[in-house]
């Protein structure tokens, strides 16, 4: 049996080990080097993915929409220098398409293959075609099977419950179950970092087995520094500016309120016209930036005046 394992994965029993690189002592400086990943992580996100790491246990994002959830896998791969496996997870997704799926086109080239050379062992030739050879690793085993490794499982809250059980049974043990193969349980669980723009509430059992951290907007100061990061080319005087703005709009009764992903992408917008500051004509101009809905464009009735108070406080 331990033979068919794929390398990375041993059979049961085996101790699990964080993938807190050794050098990172506190939570303190697991921000540093995620900052040196051009991600900034607050003190309660920086000590939540320290845990993570040092425990094995996954950590549960969770927020509106761009404030940072996908990125932050993305940050703590680069900073293990991890491959980043992602499951993007949609309405109806289940198992085969989560953990892994037969290669029935390969299974059967072989079946004419062995029949042709007049193959005379049957059960030998089927234990062949359900070895792990045949077998596709999707995300969830591609994850297990890989070390190091983050495993990013986005948007869980599009997936439906039955999903959610069979994801809670994966992390539980970091191991899955193929009837025709057996147990395979990853050597080194991966880095697991969950997501949900909560459009509805995710359950209890899987959160127990996770960090959960509810990330909010940045405040003004951290924002700022983000744009800062991530649009070198905008002025300071814009980035102040444009971070105030969409500080604002963010107070107004909106559908969809800016993440910190507009107001770099407002930021962006305004360099690339050569902008150097912020002002109400220009707003308006490229409010698309920012605004996704035309109701909410509708709504803030005078982005005038709105940015010119911004503007002024910045
Ligand atoms: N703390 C941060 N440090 C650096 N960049 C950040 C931070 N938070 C957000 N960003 C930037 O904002 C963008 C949007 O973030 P991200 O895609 O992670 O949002 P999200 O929470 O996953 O949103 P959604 O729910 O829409 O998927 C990123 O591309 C990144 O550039
Ligand atoms: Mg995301």
Same mark, same amino acid.
């Given at each position: ?5 794929? /390398?990375? !994965? %041993?059979?049961?029993? *085996?101790? +699990?080990?964080?993938?807190?690189? &050794?050098?990172? #002592? =506190?939570? $303190? ?47 703590? /791969?680069? !900073? %293990?220098?991890?491959? *980043?496996? +992602?499951?993007?997870?949609?309405? &109806?997704?289940? #198992? =085969?398409? $989560? ?65 959610? #059980? ?149």
């Amino acid at each position: 049996m331990a033979g068919l394992l794929p /390398a990375g !994965l %041993l059979p049961g029993g *085996l101790l +699990r080990a964080g993938l807190l690189p &050794g050098d990172i #002592a =506190s939570p $303190a400086e697991l921000a540093g080097r995620l900052a040196e990943h051009s991600y900034l992580a607050d003190e309660g996100l920086a000590t939540a993915a320290y845990l993570g790491l040092k425990l094995s246990r996954p950590l549960f994002c969770e927020g509106e929409a761009g404030v940072g959830k996908t990125e932050l896998a993305k940050a703590l /791969a680069a !900073l %293990l220098g991890a491959p *980043l496996i +992602r499951l993007q997870c949609y309405e &109806g997704i289940d #198992a =085969s398409q $989560a953990l892994y799926d037969w290669d029935f086109p390969r299974q059967l080239l072989h079946l004419r293959a062995a029949e042709a050379a007049g193959a005379a062992d049957l059960e030998g030739l089927e234990k062949e075609l359900y070895s792990r050879r045949f077998l596709i690793a999707r995300p969830l085993l591609a994850a297990l099977e890989t070390t190091p490794a983050v495993l990013l499982i986005d948007e869980v809250d599009r997936a439906d419950d039955e999903f959610e #059980a069979f994801l809670l049974e994966v992390l539980s043990d970091f191991s899955v179950t193929v009837p025709e193969i057996g147990t395979l349980r990853a050597a080194t669980p991966p880095a697991v970092v969950i997501t949900s723009n909560r459009t509805r509430d995710v359950h209890d059992a899987l959160k127990r087995r996770c960090y959960y951290y509810w990330l909010e907007h940045p405040a003004f100061d951290r924002e700022v520094q983000i744009v800062r990061l991530r649009v070198p080319e905008a002025s300071d005087r814009l980035v102040r500016q444009v971070t105030a703005a969409v500080q604002a709009l963010r107070a107004e009764p909106l559908l969809k309120r800016p993440g910190v992903a507009e107001t770099i992408d407002w930021a962006q917008a305004l360099a690339a016209l050569g902008a150097d500051h912020l002002d109400p004509a220009l707003a308006a101009a490229t409010l698309g930036a920012v605004l996704k809905y035309r109701e909410d464009a509708e709504r803030v009735l005078d982005v005038g005046s709105l940015v010119a108070r911004a503007v002024a406080g910045a």
